[in-house]
């Protein structure tokens, strides 16, 4: 049984970080596609970054050099790096997960999902 669990959200201010964990069982994470998403109320479901098998990574436009996705394979923890952090980054933040051999940001590739971690930015 597969089941994903982030933690690392919170409240900061403009200009703040914040560091995503998303631990798992049931997905070997050297084996499958990673990916972090958000939603924001009123607003559809939109890919931030994947890191594939392989530790090549694809972010979204909006969050380039700005954070940075990264896996752990033996602790089997996928983290996002936040920094910079806008008022617009608010919104629920997700792990998800898929073993096919493509790995974009894309939400509707990926099979499995966490319950999320709110992130709250303030100006």
């Known amino acids: 049984q597969v089941q994903l669990v982030e933690s690392g959200g919170g409240a900061v201010q403009a200009g703040g970080s914040l560091r995503l964990s998303c631990a798992a069982s049931?997905?070997?994470?050297?084996?499958?596609?990673m990916g972090w998403f958000r939603q924001a109320p009123g607003k559809e479901r939109e890919g931030v970054a994947s890191?594939?098998?392989?530790?090549?990574?694809s972010y979204a436009d909006s969050v380039k050099g700005r954070f940075t996705i990264s896996k752990d394979n033996a602790k089997n923890t996928l983290y996002l790096q936040m920094n910079s952090l806008k008022p617009e980054d608010t919104a629920m933040y997700y792990c998800?997960?898929?073993?096919?051999?493509?790995?974009?940001?894309?939400?509707?590739?990926?099979?499995?999902w966490g319950q999320g971690t709110q992130v709250t930015v303030s100006s």
């Open positions: 998800a997960a898929h073993w096919a051999s493509w790995c974009y940001p894309r939400p509707r590739d990926f099979v499995y």
């Open positions: 049931g997905v070997t994470y050297s084996t499958y596609c």
């Open positions: 890191i594939a098998s392989d530790g090549s990574t």
